[in-house]
């Protein structure tokens, strides 16, 4: 398994891209924001993206998940349930630490 980790948005938390170099089939985990970041970083990698995985609902690790999702037009797996309430106050996190809008997942 090859893993480069990506850091992003204001805060640099750490997004994850991890394939398999047998395949290069891949997925993108915690991708927070800086979405043309990620995506340089995948086909620098040439890395076939075929999820996306959320380890929970922060702001800053769930951020950028639906334009990722929908370019590359892979399901997201995760969060936990649990975390359904971060989830569905994306857009007032986003306006409370200055980040772009992002839409409930």
Do not use: R
């Not at 995506?39 to 076939?48: G, I, L, P, T, Y």
């Amino acid at each position: 398994m090859n893993i480069t980790v990506i850091p992003v948005t204001p805060f640099a938390q750490n997004c994850s891209l991890i394939w398999d170099p047998a395949t290069m089939k891949g997925a993108l985990v915690d991708p927070g924001g800086d979405v043309e970041k990620l995506k340089s970083a995948v086909n620098e990698n040439k890395v076939d993206i075929e999820k996306v995985i959320l380890t929970h609902g922060h702001l800053d690790h769930v951020g950028g998940t639906l334009e990722i999702a929908k370019h590359y037009d892979v399901p997201i797996v995760g969060p936990h349930l649990g975390d359904k309430f971060w989830l569905d106050a994306l857009m007032q996190q986003s306006q409370m630490f200055g980040f772009p809008p992002c839409d409930a997942i």
